[in-house]
């Protein structure tokens, strides 16, 4: 009976609120009336409130367990927290909207949100604006190289409609050619890339790579640029496209399109395809003779004057140099001849303003083939003769591989590249410079070529063509009609080279 009395009675009490079970706790005091950092009493509390705009903060002890405070609600302007255990109030933590301390700690939760989603915003903000920026230079580029497609562009889009499954003859040869330029209408240029099938890679080096693709049944080169070599495809085609370049010993020009393969953008060129290569692979196979080589020498340079000559017209078109003249960038055609390609480092001028336009291009020349005023940095970057004489100096040298590897006498050397027993496979800078300018050395010409009438001449132009002054150097022009009387000297003329002569040869300021 007695048992049963305690146990009810432990029941009620523990029943009881807690503020009439309440020992005298100590409590964290913080106020003006506090005499230590302590207080005794039974409840804790903590209190913020906002007088004039100042919070007040007050921490200590209540000595009435039923005090009306501890009742009170929280609002904008005032708050308290009541507790019932020693020290219980030190670590409160009571939060008016609007009254954070600059030095506080916000919550992790806060701390997330705060950081966080201002952060993503700015990140998708920038990708907005970086695709957005990214799509308007895209345009741009394409207005700037290809035109616009607005309306006006209306008769170039029934052109390209109007050729159908014509041949790249057929469009060449059509009226729908671009009149200043030397392909076909910018937007028949984009048809035509999207259409091609890249058939192999013929061809890799520091530029990127070349594709013998398929337009319609038939061969097309595509040279597609790397990333890094951007400003030889963007000169390329700006040249191209502005300049009268229909000559039988350059390149022959199709279309330039940036066009998105493989989740990438590729820098292509369309032109003409030659199964023989490049002068370079054709050599290190093919043993010429006397006729082939002055063929192949003759076709280069009708090329090289073509470049080097203003025509004045409305067809007309600037002087342009090559800068980087060369065997690996000299193609070899069906019928024997010779075309000139790579237009990436041109520099062209025009008499009538004296504009020099040197391009933007800040890839330099091969060092193999650098004239000594390019290698000792003496070169004029301002007059124009300058580029055109760097331009001679290469072509003696690619005259010299073509008279290596002519048969005299039932001998023929093996191909080599100039100076290559002077200076290493992969000649630096510095290489070039001690044995072209300190040494002024020039590539060995065979005895044996002294043999034949016509290779002693090509020795003699080959000489001509590295005279350290380089206004010593000979012309274009000059070497041309010097090869046309070589080729006059054969008994068949249906094999003689077939470069044009034309009117402005006597009008060029050579």
């Not at 069906?334 to 008499?351: E, P, R, T, W």
């Not at 077939?498 to 050579?510: A, E, H, M, P, V």
């Amino acid at each position: 009976m007695a048992q049963g009395a305690i146990v009810g009675l432990s029941l009620a009490i523990l029943s009881l609120p807690r503020y009439i079970i309440a020992a005298n706790l100590t409590c964290v005091c913080e106020q003006p009336d506090c005499e230590s950092s302590n207080c005794t009493g039974e409840v804790c509390f903590e209190s913020k409130h906002l007088e004039e705009g100042v919070l007040v903060h007050k921490k200590g002890c209540l000595r009435d367990p039923k005090s009306v405070y501890c009742k009170g609600s929280d609002t904008d302007t005032y708050g308290i927290r009541c507790c019932w255990a020693d020290m219980c109030n030190a670590n409160f933590t009571i939060q008016l909207p609007g009254t954070e301390k600059p030095g506080e700690i916000p919550s992790l939760q806060n701390l997330l949100l705060m950081t966080l989603v201002p952060l993503f915003a700015v990140l998708i903000l920038a990708v907005l604006l970086g695709l957005s920026a990214w799509k308007v230079a895209q345009s741009r580029r394409r207005q700037m190289l290809f035109g616009s497609d607005e309306l006006g562009d209306l008769d170039f889009m029934l052109k390209a409609s109007a050729v159908g499954d014509s041949t790249l003859d057929d469009l060449l040869n059509d009226d729908c050619t671009t009149g200043s330029g030397s392909g076909l209408p910018f937007l028949v240029q984009r048809t035509v890339a999207r259409q091609i099938t890249l058939a192999e890679c013929v061809g890799k080096g520091r530029y990127g790579e070349v594709w013998r693709g398929i337009w319609h049944g038939e061969n097309v080169a595509v040279k597609i640029f790397s990333s890094r070599d951007e400003q030889s495809w963007f000169r390329e085609t700006q040249i191209y496209n502005t300049v009268l370049l229909r000559h039988d010993n350059i390149l022959g020009f199709i279309a330039s399109d940036m066009t998105s393969r493989n989740s990438s953008t590729q820098l292509w060129l369309i032109t003409h395809y030659h199964e023989h290569g490049s002068l370079y692979d054709y050599l290190q196979y093919t043993a010429l003779d006397v006729e082939n080589c002055l063929r192949l020498a003759a076709s280069i340079i009708c090329g090289l004057v073509h470049l080097h000559v203003e025509i004045f017209g409305t067809q007309g078109k600037p002087a342009i140099a090559h800068r980087d003249l060369k065997s690996r960038n000299i193609l070899v055609k069906s019928n024997k001849q010779c075309c000139i390609a790579d237009l990436g480092l041109a520099v062209m001028h025009s008499q009538s303003n004296d504009n020099l336009d040197i391009g933007n291009n800040p890839r330099v020349g091969t060092k193999r083939y650098m004239a000594p005023e390019v290698l000792d940095e003496q070169i004029r970057m301002d007059c124009f003769e300058s580029f055109k004489r760097t331009d001679i100096w290469a072509y003696g040298l690619v005259l010299w591989e073509l008279a290596r590897r002519t048969v005299v006498n039932g001998i023929v050397e093996d191909y080599k590249p100039p100076f290559f027993d002077m200076v290493p496979i992969d000649p630096s800078f510095e290489d070039m410079k001690k044995v072209v300018c300190v040494d002024q050395q020039t590539p060995t010409i065979p005895n044996r070529l002294y043999s034949d009438p016509t290779l002693s001449a090509l020795a003699k132009i080959m000489k001509e063509c590295w005279f350290q002054s380089p206004s010593a150097r000979l012309t274009a022009l000059r070497i041309k009609k010097t090869l046309k009387k070589l080729s006059n000297s054969f008994d068949k003329p249906k094999q003689h080279s077939n470069c044009r002569d034309t009117l402005w040869d006597q009008r060029s300021n050579f």
